[in-house]
């Protein structure tokens, strides 16, 4: 008989004896970098639990269902913690901190759910959003970019891509696609600006309070649109988000669709416009790849897979155990953090090789840019297919699009996205061919 022998958290390897704090937040991709050149795949988080950097142990402790979501609790404690760590440096007090604006967005969230609710409420955000329905969206989607795109056409000059093209047209296609009432669009895309500031991991006392402030309205607002959407009249989209969730109860109370609607479609609003900016940021820098997509509009879905392997726009999330899970011979006990670097998976040379090569015609099966398993994104395919309608867009004869400068990725945050993507676009009277340089 042979004896197995169990090892515990404690034997790992601490995360910041092998990277410095300060570096793992300031730049998580080049962080995973630096742990995935080693022989390393789980380590200790400072704070407790386990980190997760290869690709197979990723992929393999998403797909176990007893690896479940953060809950509410969970995730405003850490969120708390940040803000008064940061008060404390700025101010030397200790300040209350008022969690309500984000638990409610987040108690509304498919994301910290976990079985009962999880199943019935993850099922009704995800039928309307699998590949069949999904492709019935794809007319609006065409119809809201190309009048963007006359828009920035007649302004002329430079645009910044992620905050005038990509956010926008994202923005304007979700609340036309839900049927919200007119003219809010800018709005949340603005909100959505604000509340990416709680991704910082060393977040200024202001940017939380922004934060908050802005998760606050943002709930308020889509909640009140969504309700006058639901008086208006049938709307697809909707009508069966709303089906779906109706009826079910979330701690001992019955769901509200609205709340439910707004939080759940936060992405849509905000990391949908991310990962068009950073797919489209790598096809820029490589004009072999762009070439052949204006050749062959079909390798679209490829570009946008690779662009986000490099760069997906969220690159960690933080799983909880539900019962005490067996990892080859580790025990992660129940309760335990399993922090998720989806971004490190994407770029393990076991999985990928040459990691860092934009190569759009390599396997985008094994990527962990919309996370696995039970919790995988019900998001990606809306996503790919908005992704795709730019790329298509942006390669069609008669229009030139330029790069101007050279973009940087913002630091200190869980999100990957650059600072400003300046880039000139026009529809030269004389061009047939389309000219994305
Ligand atoms: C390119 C854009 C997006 C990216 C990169 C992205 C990425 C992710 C990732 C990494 C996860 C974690 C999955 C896991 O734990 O295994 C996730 C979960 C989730 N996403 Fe997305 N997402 C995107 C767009 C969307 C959209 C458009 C929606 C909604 C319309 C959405 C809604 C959700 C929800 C509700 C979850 C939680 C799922 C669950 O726990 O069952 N996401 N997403």
Do not use: K
């Amino acid at each position: 008989m042979t004896v197995t022998q169990t090892e515990a958290i404690s034997d790992l390897p601490l995360l910041t004896d092998l990277v410095p704090l300060a570096e793992w937040s300031r730049d998580l991709c080049s962080a995973s970098r630096t742990l995935l050149a080693g022989d390393h795949d789980l380590l200790r988080h400072p704070d407790g639990g386990v980190v997760a950097v290869r690709n197979a142990t990723i992929r393999s402790l998403a797909e176990d269902p007893a690896v479940g979501n953060a809950p509410v609790s969970f995730l405003t404690g850490r969120s708390d913690d940040r803000l008064r760590r940061a008060r404390e440096t700025a101010e030397g007090s200790r300040c209350p901190v008022d969690a309500e604006p984000l638990r409610h967005f987040l108690r509304n969230q498919v994301f910290t759910m976990n079985p009962p609710e999880h199943t019935e409420l993850r099922r009704a955000l995800a039928r309307p959003l699998m590949p069949r329905p999904v492709r019935s969206f794809v007319g609006l989607a065409e119809q809201v970019l190309d009048a963007l795109l006359e828009e920035l056409v007649a302004a002329g000059g430079e645009i910044d891509f992620g905050r005038d093209l990509a956010a926008v047209f994202a923005t304007r296609f979700w609340t036309e696609q839900l049927g919200l009432p007119d003219g809010h669009a800018a709005r949340i895309q603005h909100l959505m600006e604000e509340m990416n500031l709680q991704f910082r991991f060393n977040p200024a006392p202001d940017d939380s309070a922004r934060a908050r402030a802005a998760t606050r309205e943002y709930m308020a607002l889509l909640e009140s649109l969504v309700g006058r959407a639901l008086e208006a009249g049938p709307n697809d989209l909707l009508d069966v988000l709303t089906a779906g969730a109706r009826g079910s109860r979330l701690d001992d109370e019955p769901v509200d669709v609205r709340a439910n609607v707004a939080s759940n479609f936060f992405d849509a609003f905000h990391t949908v416009g991310v990962a068009i900016t950073n797919a489209v940021h790598h096809l820029l820098a490589s004009p072999e790849h762009l070439a052949a997509l204006r050749r062959d509009p079909a390798l679209a879905a490829q570009v946008f897979a690779e662009g986000t392997r490099i760069s997906p726009p969220l690159m960690l999330t933080t799983r909880v155990t539900l019962a005490d899970v067996r990892h080859g011979d580790l025990l992660l006990p129940a309760g335990t953090a399993v922090h998720m670097i989806w971004v490190a998976g994407n770029h393990d040379p076991d999985a990928f090789p040459d990691p860092e090569r934009f190569d759009p015609s390599r396997p985008a099966r094994s990527a962990t840019t919309f996370g696995g398993g039970a919790h995988v994104c019900p998001g990606r395919n809306a996503a790919r297919m908005l992704g795709e309608v730019v790329l298509h867009a942006l390669t069609a004869p008669g229009l030139h699009v330029e790069q101007v400068g050279t973009p940087q990725w913002v630091e200190g945050s869980g999100i990957r996205h650059l600072d400003s993507f300046r880039v000139r676009i026009s529809r030269p009277a004389t061009s047939n061919d389309g000219d994305l340089a």
